[in-house]
C-alpha cells in the first residue's frame, strides 16, 4: 500500500484508488503541461533547491479532478509538501482548471518511480506496446540506472540528515558568531600584535603543533573576544570557499557551558550534550575564569577538551588571567590549557587607542575632529569597548541633532562617563593598593629602603600619583618620606622606560591603573 498525503489536508490513509488512470489520448497534453510547471519551479527556487528537492518528482496520472505526483522517499514526500504543496497546487489549477486536487505520494515500497525527463526535455510518452517491444538490454540498462539513481538518493538523504542533526546539535551548544567582529575590523598594535598572530594562524591550520589549544588572556574589553569570533568566521569562509561544508565551530561563554551543562544533568540529556561538543571541529569558550570553584563543570570540560584535541579538533580559550595565574581551577585542567600557545593582550596604548577610534569613524563615515579623537583616547584608557561606546555615542548625538562634532560637544554629551572617569584617587589609596599588590607593607611606601623589592614597587606608586592625582611633585615626594620632587621625577621615567621595555611590567602598571580608576 503506498504511503499517501494530501496537500489539501486528508489525512494520511484516507481510501484512495489503486492506481491513478490517464486516458492515453490525453497523455501528450499532461506531459506538455507537466514540463511547463516543472520549468516554472525550476526558474523560482533556483537550480540547486529543484535538483536537490524537485528533480525526481514524477507525475503519475490523473484520477478525475485529482492528480498525483511520485516522490522516491517518503522524506522527500513530506518535505516538498509542506514547502512546495501548495505552490504545484496552484500551478496545476492555472495550466488546468480541472485539476483541484494535486496528491503526493512516496514510490511503492521503496522503489524509485520512472525518472522525469528534465523540463527542457520533455517529451511524449511512447504507448505501452511500444515500451514492450524495446530490447531487453535496453529495458535492463535502464533498470540499473533507476537503480543507481535510488541508491545515490538514499545516501544524499542520509547526507542531509546527518549535516542537520549537526547543526542542530551546534545550535543547542552554540552562540551565534558576531559578523562585525572579522580579522579586517581588528586594530593591531604592539599590545595585541602576538595575540592577533596566533589567531590568524589557527584561523588558517587549525590545530596544527604548538598552537592547540590557543589560550588567550587579559583584562576587559581588549579585544579577546573580536579574536575569537574572527577565528570561527575565517574558519567557516575559507571551508565553503574551498567547496567543503562549513567548519563547525562552537562558540559560547564558559557560564553558558556550566548551565547547559547543568540542564542536560536535569533532563538526563547528557549524552546528548557531550555528543553534540564533541562533533564540532572547533571550540570556543570564552572568560573560562568562570569556572573556578566548580568542580563538577570543571570535570566535564576536562574530558572534552582531552576528547577534541585527540580527534584532531581546535580549542581557543580566553580568561582574564594566564593559565597559570588561575587559581581555583584543578592543576591538570590548568596543565592542558597552558600546553599549546599562550597569548596575551596588554593594555592599549595611546597611539592604539587613536587608531581604534579613527578605524572606527571610517567604517561609520563619520569625520571626527583629531582633538576629539585624542580627547577620547586620553580620558578612556582601559577599556576598548567604553572607549568605542564613547565614539558610537558622539555620532549618534551628532547625527540626531544635525551638529558637527566637536571638542566641547564632546565634554557635554559624555559628562556622566567623563565624571565616573574622573574619580578623585588619593595618594594614600595608591600606596596602599601597590603595597598589597607587591606584598609590601603599607610603611615601605615611606621608608628608606633601597632594596630593589621595595624601591621598584616605590617608584611605581610615585608614577602613578603623577598620572592620577592633581598633586605636585613637590608634594608627591613629601608623601613618598619627605623625598626631593627630582626623585619623583626620576621615577616617574624610569617607570615609563620600564613600561615600553618590558610588557609584563606594562601589564602590571595598567592593572593597578585601572583597579584605581573603578
Request: some cysteine; aromatic content about 6%; glycine content about 6%.
Amino acid at each position: 500500500m503506498a504511503l499517501t498525503t494530501s496537500i489539501d489536508g486528508r489525512p494520511e490513509g484516507a481510501t484512495r484508488h489503486a492506481e491513478p488512470q490517464v486516458p492515453s489520448e490525453g497523455m501528450p497534453q499532461l506531459a506538455t503541461q507537466w514540463a511547463r510547471i516543472r520549468g516554472k519551479l525550476q526558474a523560482e527556487v533556483g537550480e540547486v533547491v529543484y535538483k536537490n528537492w524537485l528533480r525526481e518528482m514524477t507525475l503519475a496520472g490523473v484520477d478525475g479532478d485529482e492528480l498525483t505526483i511520485f516522490l522516491p522517499s517518503g522524506f522527500k514526500r513530506d518535505y516538498v509538501r509542506s514547502h512546495f504543496g501548495d505552490r504545484l497546487n496552484a500551478l496545476w489549477q492555472a495550466e488546468d482548471p480541472a485539476i483541484r486536487r494535486v496528491e503526493l505520494l512516496a514510490a511503492r515500497g521503496g522503489a524509485e518511480a520512472p525518472a522525469e525527463p528534465e523540463p527542457a526535455r520533455t517529451a511524449e510518452r511512447a504507448p505501452d506496446r511500444a515500451l514492450e517491444a524495446r530490447p531487453a538490454e535496453t529495458r535492463l540498462a535502464e533498470t540499473r540506472l533507476a537503480e543507481t539513481r535510488l541508491t545515490e538518493t538514499r545516501l544524499a538523504e542520509t547526507r542531509l540528515a546527518e549535516t542537520r542533526l549537526v547543526e542542530t546539535r551546534l545550535a543547542d551548544v552554540s552562540a551565534p558568531l558576531d559578523p562585525r567582529f572579522l580579522f579586517d575590523t581588528f586594530v593591531v598594535g604592539k599590545p595585541n600584535e602576538f595575540a592577533h598572530a596566533c589567531a590568524r594562524r589557527v584561523a588558517e591550520r587549525p590545530a596544527s603543533a604548538g598552537f592547540n589549544p590557543l589560550f588567550l588572556y587579559g583584562g576587559v574589553g581588549l579585544g579577546k573576544t573580536h579574536l575569537m569570533h574572527a577565528i570561527g568566521l575565517e574558519l567557516t569562509r575559507r571551508t565553503q570557499a574551498g567547496g567543503n561544508q562549513a567548519a563547525q565551530v562552537a562558540y559560547m561563554s564558559a557560564e553558558t557551558f556550566m548551565h547547559r551543562f547543568i540542564t542536560a544533568i536535569r533532563s538526563q540529556s547528557t549524552m546528548e550534550f557531550k555528543e553534540g561538543l564533541r562533533s564540532v571541529d572547533v571550540l570556543m569558550i570564552d572568560d573560562v575564569q568562570f569556572l573556578i570553584g566548580k568542580d563538577n563543570t570543571q570535570e566535564e570540560f576536562f574530558h572534552t577538551f582531552n576528547a577534541l584535541v585527540e580527534s584532531g579538533r581546535q580549542i581557543v580559550v580566553s580568561a582574564d588571567k594566564s593559565p597559570s595565574d588561575l587559581s581555583g581551577i584543578e592543576q591538570r585542567l590548568r596543565t592542558r590549557l597552558g600546553c599549546g600557545m599562550v597569548a596575551d593582550l596588554h593594555a592599549t596604548t595611546f597611539e592604539l587607542r587613536i587608531s581604534i577610534l579613527e578605524a572606527k569613524a571610517a567604517r561609520a563615515e563619520v569625520l571626527v575632529p583629531g582633538k576629539v579623537l585624542e580627547f577620547l583616547a586620553h580620558k578612556i584608557d582601559t577599556n576598548v569597548r567604553e572607549l568605542e561606546g564613547c565614539l558610537n555615542r558622539l555620532v549618534a548625538h551628532a547625527s540626531l541633532f544635525g551638529r558637527p562634532i566637536t571638542l566641547e560637544g564632546a565634554q557635554e554629551v559624555l559628562r556622566d562617563i567623563l565624571k565616573a572617569h574622573d574619580r578623585r584617587v588619593t595618594i594614600e589609596e595608591i600606596q596602599k593598593r601597590v603595597a598589597e599588590h607587591w606584598g609590601l607593607r603599607i610603611t615601605d611606601m615611606t621608608s628608606s629602603r633601597r632594596a630593589r623589592a621595595v624601591a621598584r614597587p616605590r617608584q611605581v606608586a610615585m608614577y602613578l600619583a603623577k598620572h592620577l592625582t592633581d598633586r605636585s611633585l613637590p608634594e608627591i615626594g613629601r608623601m613618598f618620606g619627605n623625598r626631593d620632587h627630582t626623585t619623583v621625577m626620576h621615577a616617574c621615567t624610569r617607570v615609563a622606560e620600564l613600561m615600553e621595555a618590558d610588557p609584563e611590567f606594562r601589564e602590571q602598571v595598567e592593572l593597578m591603573r585601572g583597579l584605581l580608576k573603578r
